[in-house]
């Protein structure tokens, strides 16, 4: 089996990071891709107490196991079944379930601090930063915590000023020069996409030589 290719998805907190990774998935198919979400591998507080749990800095690269994403990355990237964590963002715990992800031509891993982790950048072919205004990501990440995380506005804001704001200043903002792509504009932005496609497509052809 030919190494996949691996790309990096990075970007602020609602800055559109799925929204790319989605269109990517669309354009070369779902069944030729593995993701990997950093998200997926927050540390299980299983241990603290709600209260704990919830002033818990989730944006600092520590509240991640990435050691173990990484050791997933290697598995794939060898051709290897991994089984991803779940995260609960509701209870700040892993839960028993894990998701099967198979290995496939391309692995796509995402997430806020995934170029500022060298484990996982050293490994990428292609590196994206997307990049999106700091008014319009708050909105979104509003939107996202009160419908799916069940969080009140109150503590979405709270969270934003104490560690999501300092957070990306110190490490996620940083990471863009590490990018071989800025996308600006999120998955709007269609011509930076069709790029990153273009170029996905001839490192696929050059891996395999099968991708029509």
Known sequence: MQRPVCIGIAGGSGSGKTTVLKRIVKAIGP???????HDAYYRDLSHLDPEERSSFNFDHPDALE???????LDMLLEGNVVEKPVYDFKRHCRVDETTTVKPRPVVIVEGILVLAEPSLESSMDIKIY???ADDVRLMRRIRRDLEERGRTIKEVLSQ??????????EFVEPSKR???VIIPRGGKNHVAIHMVLARIRDLLQKAQGTYP
């Open 31 to 37: 069944d030729r891709i593995a993701i990997l979400d």
């Open 130 to 132: 997307v990049d999106t």
């Open 66 to 72: 990435t050691e173990l994403m990484r050791a997933h």
């Open 160 to 169: 934003y000023e104490s560690t999501v704001r300092p957070m990306h200043l």
């Open 178 to 180: 590490k990018a071989d």
